[in-house]
């Protein structure tokens, strides 16, 4: 169901470059947390096949439960019978849909690029690629009967698998349904989706697409790709854990500590309220959220902290109320806890010296106040 692309898509990412070392422990963590497929990177990668072949050795093979290898290469015979030769599970080759893409990279007609598409599927599977899926690339943009036409010349060349993109992110949760449905109704076999998120839908979109009943959907770690990236794995699969527990499982805690491997890699920092992620997600201050955690964490949580690796943090400063005060006092154990909520001037204290700290309290400043 997920598509982890961090090796792919989120190495071709502006000014980022995995080391081996980096790529190994990612897949190791990939693997262990049940991510259904590691695309690799893509054919004439320098170190691909070299780390191809330590993924077999490495991890377990798809049969035993372990996620299929794939590759992603360009729509051209030589490409294909190069990746041919690196024992993956599965190739997925790029196709420009739309006409703008068409012609201006590559010079073609619909037809003339529908006969591409054959003669390359064809030859991979001439060459016993086990599995070929085909990425509509600009699929977002395409008109809708010519991107079903390479879609079918696909599937009757030996496609197994349609992926669509929305190659500069332009979709929006409705037409990303709208999409979807069409190709999954017209379609006799699985629909991916690769969503950017160039105007912040990537998440939303491939949730969406999900829903609408395509079977495999693109992710990275923190959403790392090209430009503004793709959909986040930890937020796919948090979504997919709360909301679809009949779906694959994945280990939300590993891939929670996966993205700060991934951003110390990467070199990009993990924002305080980054979603799942975000060292802030599960932390309160102001009154009313305070009071309502404290009565029902449930009341302003969408799930557990511990779901996800992480835990929940309270503070008190200058918006906070008389729950969060006395709930401090409790944790620490001191007896003016039962009075604070009484005490005005303990809580102008704390506000106070929070204002001015521009922060919430430690305990020690708050024990300084009382």
Not at 296 to 321: Q, Y
Request: aromatic residues 4%; contains cysteine.
């Amino acid at each position: 169901m997920l598509i982890d692309s961090t090796l792919r898509e989120g190495a071709q990412a502006f000014g980022i470059y995995f080391a081996p070392a980096f790529k190994r422990r990612m897949a190791l963590i990939l693997a262990a947390s049940g991510v259904d497929e590691i695309e690799c990177g893509w054919v004439g990668q320098d170190g691909l096949a070299d780390f191809v072949r330590w993924a077999r050795a490495a991890l377990l093979p798809m049969e035993g439960g372990g996620p299929a290898l794939s590759a992603w290469c360009p729509c051209r015979e030589a490409d294909v019978r190069e990746a041919a030769s690196l024992g993956l599970d599965r190739l997925n080759i790029g196709a420009p849909s739309s006409a703008a893409h068409r012609q201006k990279r590559l010079g073609l007609s619909l037809d003339e690029m529908r006969e591409r598409v054959r003669v390359v599927v064809s030859t991979a599977r001439a060459g016993m690629v086990p599995y070929i899926s085909v990425g509509l690339e600009d699929a977002s943009r395409a008109a809708l009967p010519e991107a079903l036409a390479l879609a079918r010349a696909a599937l009757r060349a030996g496609a197994a698998r349609i992926r669509l993109s929305d190659t500069v992110g332009v979709l929006t949760p409705l037409s990303t349904a709208r999409l979807v449905k069409t190709f999954v109704l017209e379609l006799a076999a699985p629909v991916a989706f690769h969503g950017h998120n160039d105007l912040g839908m990537a998440t939303a979109n491939a949730v969406t697409a999900l829903e609408c009943g395509a079977s495999f959907v693109d992710v990275s770690v923190l959403g790392l790709g090209e430009r503004a990236g793709i959909a986040a794995l930890e937020e796919v699969a948090a979504w997919l854990a709360l909301r679809a527990p009949e779906a694959r499982a994945y280990d939300l805690p590993a891939l929670r500590g996966l993205c700060r491997v991934a951003a110390d890699a990467a070199k990009v920092p993990v924002a305080r309220n980054k979603a799942v992620a975000g060292e802030d997600v599960f932390a309160a201050e102001s009154g009313l959220h305070v009071h309502g955690l404290l009565r029902d964490p449930a009341l302003f949580e969408p799930f557990a902290p511990e779901r996800v690796g992480a835990a929940r943090r309270v503070g008190v400063g200058a918006k906070s109320g008389h729950a969060a005060v006395g709930s401090a006092l409790c944790r620490m154990r001191k007896p003016l806890a039962q009075d604070a909520g009484r005490d005005a001037s303990l809580m102008e204290r704390v506000r106070s010296l929070a204002g001015r700290l521009g922060r919430p309290l430690t305990d020690l400043e708050l024990l300084g106040v009382l």
